[in-house]
């Protein structure tokens, strides 16, 4: 048989290398260098092990040289790949070396915090009984928060309400009362809203305080609406958050904004009203949830709708402290520490 050509073989050779520095330009991932790697190095077909195959057809005066073109081919392609492989893990931007042959982190999805869970299931019952949804800003005028819901100036009620002032007139609402006036502002009755936000007070937290909290404010303003009115639909409202048995009390308080106004407890569900020692309730078997009361004639007045004609009735209700007892949480804090352990126990029904 005769020997192949030599300078053919040398052509051949420099062919591949001229194609090496494409294919490796292209290499883009770990598959792609694999791949490579098989197309010339791999045992069975790789195109350098075909051209030792043709080497063994030489004769023995140039096996020498054809061997030798043929071990720089081959190192020229380990020292190619091992570079590639290389720079594959290390990205030239200099940041740290991402091993792609790694298996991929696992994403966890995210899920609806636990108040929004209960906010939403608040919403959903207020509006299977016709109330519509409206929101307020969270930064106040003095008149909205306190003056239109008849505070005055200087009124020792307004010391209940221990207020964070931006300045002399500017204010992080105490409560999501104002956003009644801004409604009655704008609409004529009849009105029939929950307004749910965020709320701010200086306080100290402590297990049943915080200082940032959510309220769902109701209002109700129609012809001839009572307080038979307000008493029946939050007992309902109650009821179904948790049970038909639930016992609730209505206890007379005072709001400048309503009146008459009531406070409203549900029996404590920590204790089941058996324990005198009872942290939660101190063993009154009681815990409040909520003010309401008739709106104030006078509140009427400021916004322009004639208490003569009209009547009305409202709410505010806190958010924490509800879903606490729905779902025996003996620390408010624990809503706002963000604890995977604590927000991956609730779901959304
Ligand atoms: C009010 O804020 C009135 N605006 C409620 C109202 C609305 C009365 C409409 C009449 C008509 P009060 O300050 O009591 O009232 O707060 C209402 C509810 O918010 C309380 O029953 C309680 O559940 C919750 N709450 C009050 N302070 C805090 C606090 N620091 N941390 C968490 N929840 C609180």
């Given amino acids: 048989m005769p020997s192949p050509d030599l ?11 001229a194609k090496l520095a494409d294919a490796c330009a292209a290499v883009r991932d770990a598959a792609g260098l694999e791949e490579l790697r098989n197309r010339y190095l791999s045992r069975k077909r790789g195109f350098v092990t075909l051209l030792f195959e043709d080497l063994k057809k030489f004769e023995a005066a140039d096996k020498p040289a054809a061997g030798q073109l043929l071990n720089l081919l081959k190192t020229e392609i380990q020292e190619k790949l091992a570079a590639l492989e290389e720079s594959l893990r290390t990205p030239a931007a200099g940041g740290p070396g991402v091993d792609l042959t790694l298996p991929g982190e696992r994403l966890t999805w995210g899920a609806a915090h636990p108040l929004r869970i209960f906010q939403r299931e608040i919403e959903s019952i207020f509006q299977e009984m016709g109330f519509g949804i409206e929101d307020g800003p969270e930064i106040e005028t003095d008149y909205y928060n306190f003056e239109a819901l008849n505070f005055p100036p200087n009124h020792p009620a307004r010391d209940d309400w221990d ?12 409560h999501t009362s104002p956003v009644q006036i801004r409604i009655m502002e704008k609409h004529k009755p009849p009105i029939r809203i929950i307004i749910p936000g965020k709320v701010y007070r200086r306080e100290t937290p402590d297990p049943t305080h915080a200082a940032m909290f959510f309220q769902v404010e109701g209002l109700v303003v129609d012809r001839n609406v009572t307080f038979a009115h307000l008493k029946g639909t939050l007992e309902y409202f109650l009821k179904r958050l948790f049970g038909d048995k639930l016992k609730t009390r209505f206890r007379p308080s005072f709001f400048p904004f309503t009146e008459p106004s009531a406070e409203v407890d549900i029996e404590c569900l920590a204790c089941g009203q058996k324990d005198p020692a009872c942290r939660v309730c101190g063993g009154t078997g009681w815990k409040e949830i909520l003010g309401s009361g008739m709106v104030d004639p006078q509140v009427f007045k400021n916004v322009n709708i004639d208490p003569e004609q009209y009547s009305g009735w409202a709410f505010g ?22 604890d995977l352990r604590f927000t991956r126990q609730f779901h959304l029904k």
Avoid: S, W
């Fill in 7 to 17: 300078e053919k073989f040398r052509i051949a050779i420099d062919a591949h290398r």
């Fill in 163 to 174: 207020t964070l002032y931006i300045n002399d007139n500017l204010l992080l609402r105490t």
């Fill in 317 to 338: 209700l806190g958010v924490e402290r509800t879903a606490m007892f729905a779902y025996g949480i003996p620390d408010i804090r624990y809503f706002y520490e963000n």
